[in-house]
């Protein structure tokens, strides 16, 4: 059971660091296409760290 | 494992439709959007879309209840994340402004050679006093006139007399009894008979941006500007010249600047001419349109009735100047310590004590031609009038503006104005203005607005804090309109 739940919350850290991977990039790819496309209505600072603690999370799980 | 790819097919939706909103908000499908900056500013995370304020010393953000306006102008940008054709500004805001001034303007830049702004007003107390002390002729949507006493019962029986040129209770000459604000009126120009016209040569180097009136009397006519480009900034610096009657385009040329890295410093001359041989009678507005880095040395018109609008930028170094001009006040500012010093204006003498400060010298109640002496050129003199570098080339066609300094005198009969009075509501007024964007200066995605409080100064080493005159923003906000993705693909 505690086995499961373990992988469960791996599985999680890592989508989530899946999903913020690529949406990191994708923003940076249409920032860089259309200059403040992204930044206008989004700082991505903020994306760059939920980005660094889902790697954390999967680190540590790991 | 199927609930693996199920997590990702939400997580890529979910991104797919982030994705898809920005595309939304680039694209503006509907070509219509409206954005907004507030004060106090709540919780954001991006960098919004008017940012950008400046200059830094013109405003004070301290206490965060709104952003304060201390000296005249200040600019902000506008990010757009495409093209617009019109623009309808907003302005919430709390005045604290004294008596000196009255007028609150806001502009976008229309074209950043000449650094010329298209202004709109947002609050004019002159008109906000008069329409309620003077009778009103028309008072629809923002269209007003307003007459000195009931000379006029029917607008149409006005609008007829103002075409033939002949007011009730303007004996001389109209131009005389209208004033007129943010209204355009042309009124035909007749020369008097006893002037002749002769050709004129301007030797004295001017530079920047200009534009004058010229009468040419018909048939025959001629214009010869010879300039140089100083190269002492780097960039692009184009020369345009625009004559144009009643607002219609008569002919304009364009000389590119095929040097636009300067590495040597030294002067580009060049010359552009018009002329022709069957130009109608009649005054004309000629438009120079150049950068500070293109001084015109010679201009050779075949009429000697030529006189500057609003602004003359002698520069020679060669001492000593004598200039005309029919306007009530001037301003003075230089940027070249060496032209500090005296300034006559109408025999009154002001001194000029600071570069790059704006210095007033106003001659209450003095109408007609005043004599402006200057120890050493090189000052840039501005006023609501025309100047010129000799007497018998000064005249005046334009119609009296209202600016700060207007005070309705025994001549004004007649006020024409395109003015929307702000709403009040407690302490927060709020004022609206529109702007064409078709053709105005968008660069990096910016457009650059200003908000103006002619006037409006700080004194050198005054604290922020201890300012009096002010206006605090509350919010600005900006509805874009423009074309819609269906129009652009089946257009």
Known sequence: MAKNLSLKKRIIYQELFYFFSVALALFIV????????????????????????????????? | ????????????????????????????????????????????????????????????????????????????????PRRFSEATLTVKYSSQLSTSTPIIEAGVLQDKVSGHYQLKPLENRILDRLRFSWPRLVDENSFLVLQFDKFYQDQDEFFKDLRSGHLKNCPVDIINCIAVYNYPLDLPYRLPDYQSLKPLTITQPLRGAHEFYVYFPGGFWQL????????????????????????????????????????????????????????????YKVEIKASDDIVIKKIQSSSNKLAFINKLWPVSGSGEL?????????????????????????????????????????????????????TQDDVILEGNGVFSLSADSLFNPGVRKIDRHFSPDNQVKYIIAD??????????????????????????????FLISVPGLKLIPGQDKSQVSDYLEIKEIKLKLRGTTLWQKIFR
Do not use: C
């Open chain 1, 30 to 62: 249409l920032e860089i296409i259309w200059p403040n496309i992204i930044l206008a209505y989004f700082n991505l600072n903020y994306l760059v760290v939920f980005w660094l603690l889902s790697a954390l999370g999967q680190l540590f799980k790991k």
């Open chain 2, 1 to 80: 494992m199927l609930k693996l790819t199920k997590i990702r097919i939400i997580w890529l939706a979910l991104l797919g439709l982030i994705i898809a909103s920005f595309l939304f908000l680039k694209i503006v499908p509907f070509g219509q959007i409206t954005y907004t900056r507030t004060w106090p500013s709540g919780l954001h995370s991006g960098k919004g879309f008017i940012y950008d304020f400046k200059p830094g010393e013109r405003i004070d953000i301290a206490d965060r209840q709104g952003l304060r306006i201390l000296a005249d102008p200040v600019y902000f940008s506008l990010f757009t």
């Open chain 2, 224 to 283: 010869v500007f010879d300039f140089d480009d100083l190269n002492q900034d780097q960039g692009q610096d184009p020369l345009v010249i625009r004559v144009t009657s009643s607002g219609e385009n008569i002919i304009s040329q364009r000389r590119e600047d095929n040097n636009p890295y300067p590495t040597n410093g030294k002067n580009e001359s060049g010359q552009l001419k018009f002329g022709g041989d069957n130009l109608t009678a009649g005054v």
């Open chain 2, 322 to 374: 004598n200039l005309f001009t029919d306007t009530p006040y001037i301003q003075v500012k230089t940027f070249n310590p060496a032209s500090l010093g005296k300034v006559y204006f109408a025999g009154q003498p002001f001194n000029l004590t600071r570069t790059y400060e704006l210095f007033d010298s106003q001659v209450l109640g003095a109408g007609g031609r005043k004599e402006i002496k200057l």
């Open chain 2, 419 to 448: 003015y929307a009075f702000p709403l009040r509501e407690e302490e927060v007024k709020q004022a609206t203005a529109k702007f064409n964007l078709q053709e105005v200066h968008r660069e990096n995605g910016k457009y650059t």
